[in-house]
């Protein structure tokens, strides 16, 4: 299994698609049936994108760290999340990536996303929350070192998050890339596309404490030669936990671990996933 950086992680397994028919008449109503507390964990999953624009006036700082054996593949992300009116249905984030392909090549800088969500549907109060999201992916890493694309992208995500009972979320991912300039090891170039799907329970054991199980599914082309391109997928199933500790001046500190396991065409490979979020008020917020 090859790993992606395509900031997009994705797979739905037919197996859970059985439950859909019982979530889909949650749609209709937006009754929140989160358990009360002050300071839940919510926007903090790993590999699966949720739905849930940041609260106007509160920012967001994410690291991720992603080390795979045998490829000896590692990554790490920094995301930062700012809404920008007070609704709020505009949400500006970027993510920066450090990247190495475990070839003895070292690590270096990889591509950065720009990215635009719109909370089209819900937010984090209600059964069901809706983000579209745009991306511009920005070609800083080094295609010539396995460290990036090449080319400017574009990338489309649906992330749809459902409120199963107030004890149990699920999120569902389907997502794109295009990179129409893309560029291989010796600088061909060719237009490649990729293919992103993905779920996640999030099981609420407590409110700060929560046990996650993601599965993640990307197809992804790669320039073999001058207009020709290959393509690969891998599938990746990776249980975690996160937990939350909240500070004074409305801080509050998410640590996390994830165990990804490769299935399918990824059988043999295994991981581990490192989480760290800082979320916290940069203006004062309105009392509730």
Known sequence: MKL??????????????CLWPAVLPLAGEDTDVRPATPHPIQDNSFLVE??????????QHISGFTRLWPSRQWAYTFTQEWPFDPSPRHQFSYTLSLVSTGDGQGAGLGDTALNYRYQLVGNGDTRVAFAPRATL?????????????????LQASLPLSVVVSPHLVTHWNIGTTLVPHARSLFGDQARTW????????V???KPRCNFLLETVWNSAETVVARG?????????????????????????????????????????????????????????????
Do not use: C
Request: net charge positive; no cysteine; aromatic share 14%.
């Open 194 to 201: 990729g293919y992103n799907l993905g779920q996640s329970f």
């Open 203 to 205: 099981w609420l054991a």
């Open 228 to 288: 020709q391109t290959a393509r690969s997928n891998n599938l990746l199933i990776s249980p975690g936990v996160r937990w939350a500790i909240d500070a004074p001046r409305g801080l509050q500190i998410v640590p996390g671990i994830g165990m990804p396991i490769g299935v399918g065409p990824s059988s043999g490979e295994k991981g581990v996933f490192l989480y760290l979020s800082f979320e916290h008020p940069y203006r004062k917020l309105p009392e509730h």
């Open 137 to 153: 992916v920005l070609p800083t890493g080094d295609s010539r070192l396995g460290r990036g694309a090449g080319g400017v992208g």
């Open 50 to 59: 949720e739905a849930y624009n940041q609260e106007f006036g509160v920012v």
């Open 4 to 17: 992606k950086f395509n900031f997009t992680f994705s797979f739905i397994p037919v197996f859970i698609l």
